[in-house]
Structures are given as C-alpha cells and as structure tokens.
C-alpha cells in the first residue's frame, strides 16, 4: 500500500501492510537493526526521575524492552508491555517470567483498552506509517488517565525509505497541540553515538479536553484536505484539527462534544464527502478496523 504524504514530510512508501504478520516475520529474521541492546540514555534518565514507583506504565511496540528491564530493576512495580509479534511477545514472556511486575500483552495496540498513568515511547511512533499518526494521538490520549503523562523519544529527522519512518519538531508540535500540554520537548543529550542530534526527548501531559477521532471519505489531494482541516478548525472550542497523510482519518481536538451532524453539513458542499465517527469500543474497533483495513 502507498502512503500519500504531505509535502515537507518525510516520503514513503508501505509496499506492504506493517501489520503483525510483516512484524513477527522481522523478529524471526533476526533484521531487529533498531535494537540498541541497552536502554536508551535518554529513558534511563527519564525513568531516574519518576517518583512513584507504583504508577502504572506503558510501554507500546517494546520489542526486547530493556526499559522495562531497568524500570524493575529500580523498584517500579507495575510495567506492561505491548507487542504485535507473536515472537517479540514470546521472548519477553520468556525474559520476565519470574517478575510479575510485567505483564506481556501480544495484540494490536490500537485494540488496548487499559488506562495508564505514564506511556513511554521508544521506537514506537516511527514504525507505524505516517498516516497513522493523528490516529497514535488520539489512542495515547484515550489510554492516559486525568494529567497522565505521553514521554520519551521521537526521531527528529527524516528517512528515505522505512520504517523507521521520521519526522520534525514542528510536525509534531502541531500533530499533538491541544492534546496534550507540552511539558518538554527538545533535542536529547545524551542519546547513543549513531542517534546523536536526531532524537528530540519529550514530555507531554494529558490536556482536559476530548479528542475524538473520525473516518472521512471522499478526499483525494491535499488541497481539499487543507480546506476541510480549516473549516474544523475555526468551529467555536475546536482547538485542532488535522487529517491523516492518506485522507482516510481526521482528528479534532474540542473543549466540548461536537454534533456529528454539523460536521457532516460544513463539508455538504462536496456530496462525496461523509464524516463518521470511529468506534470507542474494543471491539467495535476491532470490526471495522478489519472490515475497512485500517491496519495499514
């Protein structure tokens, strides 16, 4: 599948879904280059400062999770880990079996309903395809209980080719604006030698706000979905709006519930274009992600 990108955006092209079968087939293959066999500097600092021990953490898309190897090695005493690959999961299964910290879940992050006090991102973002990304926004907001904290590492350049699939500080100030409230976000320090000055550390609080999530159809270019983006965006209390690379999705930020109604009308001078909300429910979610492959 070929995702459209914006332009500015790092250019890519999916020639097959990243999906659990592409995953597993990477962990049997021993093509794990983005492992750095250690925690990262920049998280091992991050994880130094966390106070309380017994928050509830996430770690999505983990693979050999040497954070969560560190986080118990320093007394934090409730760690899940989120993995796709069946392989991935088996290990880690294999690797923390007498912590009973840990708790592997093998699934599609996208399915997971559990709420967390801190989600740590580590390679995860810049493997899904960019156009998943407004829908990575909306899941981290959901999953994060009240003032819950979305922290860790995002690669700020771009790739030729991916995943891993790159990006910039502006495009993520604007991805995650209204979301969530910027607590940091700035080049990291300390990061090991082959990453140095292309990782950006960041630190982001749960904003008060709702953050729902919604497929459109009809969209075909990025002047019509720049169009559509603006006329969201200036709906009274609408903080952001912003449409997936491939125009499938769009996501919108409010300090209310906007009438799905009104929505629909403001775009009715196109009778090709329909606005519908995506699901809440597991597996409702789990349905329509496999009727209309939303994978990716």
């Known amino acids: 599948m070929e995702n459209k990108l914006d332009a500015g955006c790092c250019v890519i092209e999916c020639e097959r879904p990243l999906d659990a079968q592409y995953w597993d087939s990477q962990w049997k293959a021993n093509t794990t280059g983005w492992d750095l066999g250690m925690p990262a500097p920049p998280l ?22 040497y954070e969560a190897e560190y986080l118990v090695k320093n007394g934090f005493t409730d760690i899940t880990l989120i993995d796709i690959s069946e392989t991935a999961s088996q290990l880690l299964n294999e690797k923390f079996a007498n912590k ?39 899941k981290m907001h959901n999953l994060l209980n009240e003032n819950g904290i979305l922290t860790g590492l995002l690669f700020n350049r771009t790739f030729e080719v991916g995943p891993p699939f790159g990006g910039s500080k502006e495009e993520y100030e604007k991805l995650f604006y209204g979301a969530f409230d910027f607590i940091t976000i700035e080049t990291a320090t300390n990061s090991v030698e082959p990453r140095a000055n292309t990782e950006l550390f960041f630190k982001f609080k749960k ?12 969209i075909t270019c990025n002047g019509c979905k720049n169009s559509v983006t603006e006329i969201y965006s200036k709906i009274e209390g609408v ?12 996501l919108t930020v409010s300090d209310e519930e906007i009438d799905l109604k009104l929505l629909q009308e403001l775009v009715s001078y196109d009778e090709g274009y329909k606005i519908e909300k995506l699901p809440q429910r597991h597996e409702d979610a789990k349905n329509y992600k496999n009727d209309f492959n939303l994978g990716h």
């Open 44 to 65: 091992v600092s991050l994880i130094d400062s966390i106070e309380n021990k017994n928050a509830k953490i996430l770690i999505p898309g983990c693979g050999n999770a």
């Open 100 to 138: 009973p910290q840990v708790k592997v879940v093998c699934d599609d992050f996208f399915l997971h309903t559990e709420k967390y006090d801190i989600i740590i991102e580590q390679t995860f973002f810049c493997a899904l395809p960019p156009a998943m990304r407004q829908r990575y926004v909306w």
């Open 239 to 250: 903080k952001n709006a912003s449409m997936s690379s491939d125009f499938k999705e769009i």
């Open 207 to 218: 904003g008060d706000v709702l953050v729902n999530f919604y497929s459109f159809q009809g």
